[in-house]
């Protein structure tokens, strides 16, 4: 499937005004070559409801010095802006500059286990300072020598007090399923789940990646925003093929998009709906604009809401139902 992006000068479609609204975001991982300043102020421009913030070096840097300051300069910036927010941690090389997304939740030191799970209290706090929809956070790669009991046990207990610190915030954990990674579909955020005693989904939620969606699990993505409904807290987009785990620009894959924004309209998703494009900031400015574009000409594309069989089916899915 391929699309002609629009003319610079072309008007963006309005919001629906017949259903609840979807508040649309960009993520930062897809702007690095801007300061951060500079990225909100073109999302606000642009019409953006929000951003999700991943904290960066280049961004907002979860380990530098004046942490507690910087982060009020953005919450500043953002109440200027009129952005809503959502705090995204796949910072690539943040805490290891030699291992990409190292150390992991999983990793057999307990040492390096504990600095990914500082990083992800620090991202809550940064969260609740800002005012945050949701912290996101995934599982990391299984070890090879790790047998799968093992990593499981060692992701629950290290989400552990991160998911009590953001019980005490009052804002949602939401882990995405990775493809590669030990958590890597709605299955095994199920099982998670219950390894982890089946905790509140304000507490433990979840991030569903549309683009995951289309790249691996058996049921279309429309089916996985339904079925995954109870838990959702975030949710990222982006085109994708079968199979092949590659963030596309929208109209570059296989994705139906209208049937995915009408089932987050049918549902009443309240979070934000993030445009994730990481390997895209060479182009980020007019990939925000386009991608702008396309989700609101397809919101205004016409589709009956899910009836209560599809519901009920979708239930099904990812091992637990609705």
């Not at 530098?64 to 910087?70: I, K, N, S, W, Y």
């Not at 596309?248 to 994730?276: H, K, M, Q």
Request: proline content about 10%; glycine content about 8%; hydrophobic content about 40%.
């Amino acid at each position: 499937m391929t699309s002609t992006p629009p003319p610079r000068d072309a008007p963006l479609p309005p919001h629906s005004a017949a259903s609840p609204p979807l508040r649309l975001a960009y993520g930062t991982n897809g702007l690095t070559d801007l300061r951060l300043t500079d990225a909100l102020a073109l999302l606000s421009d642009l019409g953006y409801d929000g951003v999700a913030l991943t904290l960066d070096h280049m961004h907002l840097d979860p380990l530098a010095p004046g942490l507690t300051a910087r982060t009020a300069r953005v919450a500043d910036t953002l109440r200027d802006t009129g952005l809503a927010v959502a705090i995204e941690t796949g910072a690539r090389y943040v805490l290891d500059p030699r291992r990409k997304h190292h150390p992991t939740l999983i990793d057999p030191d307990p040492d390096a286990r504990a600095a990914r799970t500082d990083l992800l209290r620090t991202a809550v706090r940064v969260g609740a300072d800002l005012g945050a929809t949701a912290v996101h956070c995934f599982s990391g790669v299984r070890d090879p020598e790790s047998t799968d009991a093992d990593s499981w046990q060692r992701l629950a207990a290290a989400l552990d007090p991160v998911a009590a610190a953001a019980s005490d915030a009052g804002l949602p954990l939401a882990v995405e399923p990775e493809p590669g990674h030990l958590l890597s579909d709605l299955a095994g955020f199920h099982h998670l789940r219950t390894v982890m005693g089946a905790p509140d989904p304000d507490v433990l939620g979840l991030t569903l990646d549309i683009g995951h969606c289309q790249c691996l699990e058996p049921a279309p993505p429309a089916d996985c925003v339904r079925a995954a409904t109870p838990w959702t807290r975030h949710v990222q987009l982006e085109d994708m093929r079968r199979g092949v785990h590659e963030h596309l620009p929208f109209g570059d894959g296989e994705i139906d998009f209208p049937p995915v924004l009408a089932a987050l309209r049918d549902t009443a998703y309240r979070g934000l709906v993030s445009v994730e494009l990481p390997r895209h900031s060479h182009a980020g400015p007019e990939l925000a604009r386009t991608s702008l574009h396309f989700l609101r000409s397809h919101l205004h594309t016409s589709h009956r809401p899910a009836t209560p069989a599809q519901l009920s089916a979708a239930g099904r899915i990812g091992g637990a139902p609705c």
